[in-house]
C-alpha cells in the first residue's frame, strides 16, 4: 500500500438465514435438491401468486440487529427492485429500501491499533434469486429456481474499514455473532455468507471519499483480502498515472488474481424501487422485541469472562473452544455429565480438532454426545481402557456416536488385569528378545521402550503401559 494514499471500504454482506421454508412462500430451502424441485407459484413468479412473509425470517433478522446494536424499525415494508435477468423470475427482488429492519448499529473488531468500532449502516430482509448453470458442451444456459426466494438478510457497513485486516477482523465477528444467534451457518464456500466490497482510495488527509468500485466474486476470506490487495493497487495506479477510476462493479478471478468489468456501478433510481403492494407492513410490537431480545444467547465475550472463573482451564483453550458456540456447549454438556473440565478441554483441542481438519470439518459438523464424551473420558480416567484404545474409540465415536462402554464391552478393549497373564507375557518377551534384554543391562535405556512396545503387541495394545513398565524393571 502506497503510504501517500489510504483504503476506503465497506462491506455489503449477503448471509442465507437458517429456515426450513422460504421467504414468502412454504418450500423447502434444504440444499442439493434437483434443479427446480423445491419450487411453487410464488418463488417462481407465476402471476396472480401472492408472497406471505416468513415469521421465522423477521426473528433472525431482529435478533441480529440487537446483537449488532442496530435500532429495530418498528414499522417497516417490503419494496420491489426491478431488474430483468434469466434467474430473477418475477422481473424483480423483493427487498427493503426506504424501512429497513435495522438501521444504525456497530461491531466491535481488535486491531493492531486496539478496539475499533465499525458502523451498520442498515440490515435488510431480501430473498435471494435462482441459480444459473451453464452448459458450454450444449451452448446452452439453464436456470435452477430451488434458490429463488430463499431468505437472505443484507448487512450493510457504513464505509469505516481501511484494510483488509480490518475487513477479514469484521467478517469474523458478524460470522461469530450470526453462528452463535443460529441464525446462519455462514459458510462460505457453500454461499451463505457472501461479501461484495466496496473500495475507493484517496490521499492521506483528505476529506472527500474518491470513485469507488464495487467487487462481487468473493467465494473465501483469501479471495476477499487479494482482490482488496488488488484493487487498491489498480486504483493507485491509475491515480498515478493521470487517470480516474470509474464507478464500476468488477468480478473478481480468483484463479487468475485479478479482477474485470462487468457493469457500471448502477444507483438506487436504477432500479426503480417502489413498495410492494402485496405485501403488508411490519409492525413490530413491545412483546415481539422482548421475546426476541429474551432469547438472545450468551456471546462469546461473556462466555469467555465466565469460563476463566468458572473453569480451571488455559486462556488459549477457552479462545478456541468459545469461536464456536456448538464446541462451547459441547464443552459445558460434557463439563456437566461429570468429566473434569480440562480433561473435556484435552479431548476438544487436540484429537477433536485433528480429525476435524483431517476430514475438513467445522465445529459446527460434530455429531456425538456430550454423555459419551463424558462415558469415554471416564473409561480412560478410570483405566479400564488406556490412552491408545480411548484415541481409537474416540475416532469411532466421532465418526458414529457410539456408547463407548457397550463398544469398549463388544470388542473386548478392556484393559487385562489379570496380572498372571500380564506376567506371562512379559516373561515371553524377554526370552523372545535376548538382545535387548542385554542393552538395557548395559544401560541403554531406549531397549526399555521396545521391550514395552513388544508386550503391548503381544496384548494386542489391552494392557497398561505403566505396568508393562514396571514389571519389566522388576523383571530385569
Not at 434467474?87 to 478496539?115: A, F, H, K, M, W
Not at 531406549?446 to 503391548?456: E, I, P, R, W, Y
Request: aromatic fraction near 8%; include cysteine.
Amino acid at each position: 500500500m502506497d503510504r501517500e494514499y489510504e483504503t476506503v471500504i465497506g462491506l455489503e454482506v449477503h448471509v442465507e438465514l437458517a429456515t426450513r421454508t422460504k421467504i414468502f412462500c412454504g418450500c423447502s430451502t434444504a440444499f442439493g435438491a434437483a434443479p427446480n424441485a423445491h419450487t411453487c407459484p410464488v418463488c417462481t413468479g407465476m402471476p396472480g401468486a401472492l408472497p406471505v412473509l416468513n415469521r421465522k425470517v423477521l426473528e433472525h433478522a431482529v435478533a441480529v440487529g440487537l446483537a449488532t446494536h442496530c435500532e429495530i424499525t418498528r414499522y417497516c415494508k417490503f419494496d420491489r427492485k426491478n431488474y430483468f435477468y434469466p434467474d430473477n423470475p418475477q422481473n424483480y427482488q423483493i427487498s427493503q429500501l426506504y424501512l429497513p429492519i435495522c438501521r444504525n448499529g456497530y461491531v466491535e473488531i481488535g486491531t493492531s491499533q486496539g478496539t475499533k468500532k465499525v458502523g451498520i449502516h442498515e440490515i435488510h430482509m431480501e430473498e435471494d434469486a435462482g441459480k444459473l448453470l451453464h452448459d458450454d458442451w450444449e451452448d446452452v444456459s439453464l436456470v435452477d429456481y430451488n434458490r429463488s426466494g430463499v431468505p437472505l438478510i443484507e448487512i450493510v457497513s457504513e464505509p469505516d474499514m481501511r484494510s483488509a485486516q480490518e475487513v477479514i477482523a469484521y467478517l469474523e465477528k458478524l460470522r461469530l455473532i450470526i453462528r452463535y444467534l443460529g441464525a446462519s451457518d455462514c459458510k462460505l464456500q457453500e454461499g451463505s455468507m457472501r461479501a461484495d466490497v466496496n473500495l475507493s482510495v484517496r490521499k492521506v488527509g483528505a476529506k472527500e471519499y474518491g470513485i469507488r468500485t464495487e467487487m462481487k466474486n468473493l467465494g473465501s476470506f483469501r479471495a476477499i483480502s487479494r482482490a482488496i490487495e488488488g484493487e487498491c493497487k489498480r486504483q493507485i495506479d491509475l491515480l498515478e498515472s493521470g487517470e480516474r477510476v470509474i464507478q464500476e462493479t468488477r468480478r473478481w478471478d480468483e484463479t487468475k488474481e485479478t479482477s474485470y468489468a462487468m457493469r457500471s456501478k448502477e444507483d438506487a433510481r436504477d432500479y426503480r424501487y417502489f413498495p410492494d403492494p402485496d405485501l403488508v407492513p411490519v409492525r413490530i410490537s413491545d412483546a415481539f422485541l422482548e421475546e426476541i431480545a429474551g432469547r438472545q444467547p450468551e456471546f462469546r465475550t461473556e462466555k469467555m469472562q465466565r469460563y476463566k472463573t468458572e473453569f480451571d482451564i488455559p486462556d488459549y483453550d477457552i479462545e478456541i473452544i468459545t469461536s464456536s458456540r456448538h464446541m462451547a456447549d459441547l464443552f459445558e454438556e460434557t463439563v456437566a455429565c461429570g468429566a473434569a473440565p480440562k480433561k473435556v478441554s484435552n479431548w476438544l483441542m487436540v484429537e477433536t480438532l485433528r480429525l476435524l481438519k483431517e476430514k475438513g470439518l467445522d465445529p459446527e459438523d460434530i455429531r456425538f454426545s456430550p454423555a459419551h464424551l463424558a462415558s469415554l473420558i471416564a473409561l480412560a480416567e478410570s483405566r479400564v481402557i488406556n490412552s491408545t484404545v480411548a484415541k481409537e474409540v474416540f475416532e469411532v465415536l466421532f465418526e458414529e456416536d457410539v456408547d463407548p462402554e457397550s463398544y469398549v464391552e463388544e470388542k473386548g478393549l478392556k484393559m487385562v488385569s489379570n496380572e498372571s497373564a500380564l506376567l506371562e507375557t512379559v516373561k515371553e518377551v524377554l526370552a523372545a528378545n535376548p538382545k535387548s534384554v542385554e542393552d538395557y543391562r548395559g544401560g541403554k535405556e531406549k531397549a526399555m521402550g521396545f521391550l514395552v512396545g513388544q508386550t503391548m503387541k503381544a496384548m494386542k495394545g489391552k494392557a497398561d503401559p505403566g505396568a508393562v513398565g514396571k514389571l519389566l524393571k522388576e523383571l530385569l
